[in-house]
């Protein structure tokens, strides 16, 4: 018979390209949920016709729990790509709120609800927004680094709160990845009619995904799982989705890579100041192997996907006698929407400087010239075992100097590279993590375990914990000590009070102070992103 899957997203670029692929395969059905509004009724006529038996539409929202549980009755996976991103949720946060993590909540407990919730295989698509940023040196990073959401970005802060409420379910059978940028056709189209776009540091790393692997991702969980080929060890985990070393680039070779298609630079289109410096998002994965190794999704590179678009695009190339017209018609006129750092500018708006810039001095001090500005080669930096390595993989103390190591973001044609720690001894397998491991973690994160037995490598029965500020909290060792997460009370983060923690969480501090000064004392309120609404 064949397996019956629920699929959220359809209509995304993840969500679309993961149907795509899944009804490739003949050992599966579809049910697909779409909210009811008129694009998405044409989408259902369109793919009514395209797979016929094989998908059933059915119109619904996600906010609904009712609707929820109607979807999930009687199907065996429930693959979530569903999610209302940026810019959207930057200008309409109060669906990112009801979508995000309201629906995902309903979701889980629709599944737990079912009277089939032993079998219901539950795949949630987290988002690299949730770590919060990274400058060189601390460039690589794994799942169970500390999740740092950036200010500002509710939409990360919506993908955290879901995400925990998957990882603590108690459901048999769940999965959480944690997605990366992801780069699919119409990328460039998207992406150019909101001030985000400059919200990318032109020396931030990303390691991409392409919504057709990411698709092929699904698939072969789906199809591995459903032949009993896919080792059991796989479920009830985070893992990052990325498409490896031929993935791996910088910012800005993002940004020229996309102008290139119309034979130009962006150093033709663009000017350094225009892009903030830190407070984004993504850098490279250690292990996003990992993923690969138990999927084998992995086809398209970097260049390939823009050699594809260039070839689809062939038309762009007739802008290339035009670079100052196109800089001022299609970049330039993004700096009035309210998302744009130029608007910020123009409008004395502090906290935003401040948290994107550091300063309005350091706003002041970037180069206005490309050849003035230091941009980072990625190439030289993607073997991390050619770098000088600071690992503190292990350690519960970070030193003066681990902190100066980390800072360090000054790029001086040196490799440098820093795996940080999660407060425990990480050489041990799973099975013998016990007390003392947890008491370990939980003063590296300023706080202690008030539990007092555990059954050693039992990692998803919760434990009571303690953070600095006195806030008592459930949560699974797993949670704690393989997936990031700390006090959902004062650190997910309602405020954005980062500055102050990482004061009290070495935890926090081996990342904050690599983009972040010790004496800064920003606090971002709440509902500060409602500021450009």
Same mark, same amino acid.
């Given at each position: ?5 629920l ?7 993840m969500?679309?390209?993961v149907?795509?692929?899944i009804?490739s395969d003949?050992?599966f059905e ?5 909210r009811?509004?008129r694009? @998405? ?5 369109i793919?009514?016709r ?7 539409? /059915? =119109?619904?929202? #996600? ?5 929820c ?9 429930v693959?979530?790509c ?5 810019? /959207?949720?930057?200008h309409n946060?109060d669906?990112?709120?009801s979508?995000n993590?309201g629906?995902?909540?309903?979701l ?6 079912s009277?089939?919730?032993?079998n219901?295989?539950f795949?949630?698509?987290g988002?690299?927004a949730?770590?919060?940023?990274r400058s060189?040196?601390?460039? $690589?990073? &794994?799942?169970g680094?500390?999740?740092?959401v950036?200010?500002y970005?509710?939409?990360? *802060? ?6 925990r409420?998957?990882?603590e ?7 959480s990845? !944690?997605?990366s940028?992801?780069?699919y056709?119409d990328? #460039? =189209? ?9 919200? %990318?540091?032109?020396n931030?790393f990303?390691?991409?995904? %392409?919504a057709r692997?990411s698709g092929?991702?699904?698939? @072969? ?8 080929m896919?080792?059991?060890?796989f479920?009830r ?12 680039? %910088?910012?800005?070779? *993002? ?9 130009r630079?962006?150093k033709d289109? +663009?000017?350094p100041?225009w892009?903030a410096? !830190?407070?984004f998002?993504?850098f ?14 992995r086809?398209?590179? +970097? ?5 594809? #678009?260039?070839?689809?695009f062939?038309? +762009?190339k ?5 670079p100052? %017209?196109?800089s ?5 006129? #993004? ?5 744009a ?16 810039y550091?300063s ?9 010239c ?5 941009l ?5 930096l993607?073997d991390?075992?050619?770098a000088?390595?600071?690992?503190? &993989?292990g350690k519960?103390?970070i030193?003066?100097s681990d902190?100066a190591?980390?800072?360090? @973001?000054e ?5 440098r590279?820093?795996i ?7 050489s041990?397998?799973d099975?013998?993590?016990?007390l003392e ?5 939980a003063?590296f994160?300023?706080? !202690?375990?008030?539990?007092?037995t555990?059954?050693?490598g039992?990692?998803?029965?919760k434990?009571e914990?303690?953070c ?7 949560a699974?060792?797993y ?7 700390w006090?959902p009370e ?5 405020? $954005?009070?980062?500055d102050r923690?990482a004061k009290?969480i ?5 990342i $904050?102070?690599?983009?972040h000064?010790e004496?800064?004392?920003?606090v971002f309120?709440?509902d500060?992103?409602?500021d450009i609404?």
């Amino acid at each position: 018979m064949k397996k019956r899957v629920l699929l959220t997203g359809a209509s995304g670029s993840m969500g679309s390209a993961v149907l795509e692929a899944i009804l490739s395969d003949k050992g599966f059905e579809v049910v697909v949920l779409l909210r009811r509004k008129r694009v @998405n009724e044409r989408l259902a006529r369109i793919l009514t016709r395209k797979y016929h038996s094989s998908i059933e539409i /059915v =119109f619904g929202d #996600l906010s609904n729990y009712d609707d929820c549980m109607a979807v999930v009755d009687g199907v065996d996976y429930v693959v979530h790509c569903a999610a209302i991103i940026p810019p /959207v949720s930057d200008h309409n946060p109060d669906l990112a709120l009801s979508s995000n993590l309201g629906g995902t909540r309903n979701l889980v407990n629709a599944a737990k609800a079912s009277k089939n919730s032993e079998n219901i295989k539950f795949i949630n698509i987290g988002s690299v927004a949730e770590y919060g940023h990274r400058s060189y040196p601390a460039h $690589w990073g &794994r799942v169970g680094d500390p999740l740092l959401v950036s200010a500002y970005d509710f939409y990360a *802060t919506t993908k955290v709160k879901a995400e925990r409420h998957v990882v603590e379910s108690g459901l048999e059978y769940w999965v959480s990845l !944690r997605q990366s940028g992801i780069l699919y056709d119409d990328i #460039l =189209f998207h992406n150019m009619n909101d001030g985000l776009m400059f919200h %990318t540091p032109w020396n931030c790393f990303i390691e991409w995904a %392409t919504a057709r692997d990411s698709g092929r991702l699904i698939r @072969n969980l789906l199809v591995l799982d459903s032949t009993e080929m896919l080792a059991p060890d796989f479920w009830r985990k985070c893992y990052n989705i990325g498409n490896g070393e031929e993935a791996r680039v %910088t910012g800005f070779e *993002t940004l020229d890579r996309g102008m290139n298609m119309m034979g130009r630079s962006a150093k033709d289109i +663009f000017k350094p100041q225009w892009n903030a410096t !830190r407070n984004f998002h993504c850098f490279w994965y250690l292990d996003s192997d990992k993923l690969n190794d138990y999927l084998g999704f992995r086809s398209e590179s +970097f260049e390939a996907l823009f050699d594809h #678009l260039t070839k689809k695009f062939w038309y +762009f190339k007739l802008g290339k006698p035009f670079p100052k %017209t196109i800089s001022r018609l299609a970049i330039q006129r #993004l700096f009035h929407d309210s998302n744009a750092p130029m608007y910020w500018v123009s409008k004395n708006i502090d906290g935003r400087i401040n948290a994107f810039y550091k300063s309005w001095e350091d706003y002041q001090n970037i180069p206005r010239c490309w050849k003035d500005y230091k941009l980072i080669e990625s190439a030289s930096l993607r073997d991390i075992s050619s770098a000088q390595l600071l690992d503190l &993989r292990g350690k519960t103390e970070i030193s003066a100097s681990d902190i100066a190591f980390i800072r360090n @973001n000054e790029f001086d044609g040196q490799n440098r590279a820093v795996i940080f720690s999660h407060g425990y001894d990480e050489s041990k397998a799973d099975s013998q993590l016990g007390l003392e491991d947890m008491q370990s973690a939980a003063a590296f994160r300023g706080g !202690r375990l008030t539990s007092s037995t555990m059954v050693a490598g039992d990692l998803y029965t919760k434990l009571e914990w303690e953070c600095h500020d006195g806030h008592k909290f459930m949560a699974s060792p797993y949670a704690v000590l393989k997936a990031g997460f700390w006090c959902p009370e004062c650190c997910q983060p309602s405020p $954005w009070d980062f500055d102050r923690l990482a004061k009290k969480i070495p935890f926090y501090a081996q990342i $904050w102070y690599n983009s972040h000064s010790e004496d800064e004392d920003n606090v971002f309120a709440e509902d500060c992103y409602k500021d450009i609404l």
